[in-house]
């Protein structure tokens, strides 16, 4: 049974070069953590054993996600979403639980956009339950589109309704109560790309990587202009109001972003040197990293995500059912906005190591794929 629920091979590490992607997380996760400790940037009170079991821990994330054999389990592919959603719905789920004993307790930090964890009773800003409810909202977007193709997975489509409903019901309820836009402009941003891949999917093998990250830089900076048009729209209709009327509808993440993209060329070696005009973040997975601790584990962890965008294509392009493809394209725009907007290693490792997780599977899932076509040519 062991060999069954795990296993690599050559030909899948060829496919979808694992061991290198696995060798460049391994030297970032190192140079990072390494470098950050020099700093005095860890807490204090923690160990170094709980440092080096958070690195351990991000590594075996994305190695599980990988060794997972989803094709030879039931449910293949749908087995794959299955395993995603369960990692979701328990983010979820600790968001609820967390927000419901905030609401108990110190009803009067959820004004101030803070919740207590649910474990510890620390006080986190509400950005940290953000970027898991905005994975749980994005359900939505698959639910809908899949209802196109529900006669091609019918059996695995009610019960994923089912399971969507209770996570966007969730999502969306404490996302307006936290008043946190992530989730919401998420689920627009992936009701119009999801439309868009499936109309010209099949004319999207041109897409080359400079053009793709010429594509993402444009959409980066479009994004500026929807938040302001989503925060002007919300709070005419009352929605999260209050935040808006105190501070407006600009957000201090782009300024951020400026101040950052100027600075970290002249402090190459990171160490926080320049003070940022909005919190102590600068809200941008790479940008933090480079704010914290250099271009160099900045760039290795670019590479690592660049690394990772063909399998995506591999998976979009594929005669995977519809579904399958619909649900891992949405939760990777999900997923890239969440690590575009906020400081993901500093608020959560876990999170990290689930964005590990799910890389590890769309990698796994792309190998499978590529295996699957070769097979089929050679027995034909």
């Not at 998420?186 to 093998?205: C, D, E, H, N, P």
């Not at 392009?317 to 500093?346: A, C, E, H, R, W």
Request: aromatic fraction near 18%; glycine fraction near 6%; proline fraction near 3%.
């Amino acid at each position: 049974m062991g060999l069954q629920l795990f296993s690599l091979n050559k030909s899948l590490l060829k496919q979808t070069k694992f061991i290198q992607a696995l060798l460049i997380l391994t030297l970032f996760c190192i140079v990072y953590w390494t470098t950050i400790n020099d700093y005095g940037f860890l807490d204090k009170e923690a160990s170094w054993l709980s440092y080096i079991t958070q690195v351990i821990r991000v590594i075996f994330f994305y190695i599980l996600g990988f060794s997972i054999n989803y094709s030879r389990l039931p449910a293949y592919p749908y087995n794959t979403i299955i395993v995603m959603t369960s990692l979701i719905g328990s983010t979820v789920f600790y968001s609820v639980l967390s927000v419901l004993r905030t609401l108990q307790i110190r009803p009067n930090l959820l004004e101030g956009r803070l919740y207590l964890d649910y474990w510890t009773d620390r006080e986190w800003p509400a950005t940290a339950v953000g970027n898991f409810l905005c994975l749980g909202l994005l359900y939505i977007v698959v639910v809908l589109y899949g209802y196109r193709h529900r006669k091609e997975s019918h059996i695995f489509y009610i019960f994923f309704v089912f399971v969507s409903a209770i996570f966007v019901f969730f999502s969306f309820n404490i996302t307006v109560l936290l008043q946190n836009r992530l989730a919401l402009m998420a689920t627009a941003i992936g009701f119009v790309t999801i439309g868009f891949l499936l109309q010209f999917r099949s004319k999207l093998k041109f897409i080359t990587l400079p053009l793709f990250v010429g594509l993402f830089a444009i959409v980066s900076v479009g994004l500026n202009i929807l938040e302001i048009i989503l925060s002007t729209v919300l709070a005419q209709f009352g929605v999260f109001n209050e935040r808006f009327l105190s501070r407006g509808t600009e957000s201090g993440r782009f300024d951020n972003y400026q101040i950052a993209l100027e600075k970290i060329w002249q402090y190459p070696f990171g160490g926080r040197e320049f003070n940022l005009p909005e919190s102590k973040w600068v809200h941008n997975l790479w940008l933090d990293v480079a704010y914290d601790a250099g271009l160099l584990p900045m760039f290795l962890l670019l590479l690592y995500f660049i690394l990772h965008i063909n399998c995506l294509f591999k998976i979009l392009n594929s005669d995977l059912p519809k579904i399958v493809i619909v649900y891992f394209t949405t939760l990777s725009i999900g997923i890239l906005l969440n690590m575009s907007f906020g400081p993901i290693i500093q608020s959560s490792v876990f999170e990290f190591g689930m964005t590990c997780f799910f890389l590890g599977v769309i990698a796994r899932l792309s190998g499978e794929v590529e295996i699957s076509k070769k097979y089929q040519l050679s027995s034909q």
